[in-house]
């Protein structure tokens, strides 16, 4: 379970290798702790499984979609306390708030942009 370290853990929900990589590489050099699932079914397997202290998710995944992972999520009493950031291309914010989402950075982004928003969303 999480708590284990100081700075928190972190789950990556993206189908993207390469942006998953690069926010790993940012949140790592941070210090927290960071597993990454490769789409949004396995995502929410992942996070259900041993929910983590933020979820970054993206939400243009298929077959399952960021928008379907922040309902399941949300829904769940094991992670509906779990807040999300949304890393997107799409100009979805206020949907992704209304959805769940506790944060959000448009891509492109600066990789300090996510450490950023995940600092605010961690006690």
Do not use: C, H
């Not at 998710?57 to 309902?71: A, I, K, Q, S, W």
């Not at 992704?96 to 928003?117: H, Q, S, Y």
């Amino acid at each position: 379970m999480s708590g284990e370290g100081s700075a928190g853990r972190i789950l990556i929900i993206e189908d993207d290798q390469d942006i998953a990589d690069l926010i790993r590489a940012q949140l790592q050099k941070e210090g927290y702790r960071v597993d990454a699932a490769p789409g949004g079914q396995e995502g929410i397997d992942a996070a259900l499984a041993d929910p983590p202290d933020v979820v970054i998710l993206d939400l243009r995944m298929n077959p399952v979609d960021g928008f379907e992972v922040l309902r399941a999520l949300g829904e769940d009493g094991r992670t509906d306390q779990v807040p999300v950031l949304v890393v997107s291309i799409l100009e979805e914010e206020g949907r992704a708030r209304a959805a769940g989402a506790k944060g959000f950075v448009l891509k492109p982004f600066r990789p300090a942009n996510v450490t950023d928003a995940v600092r605010q969303l961690l006690p």
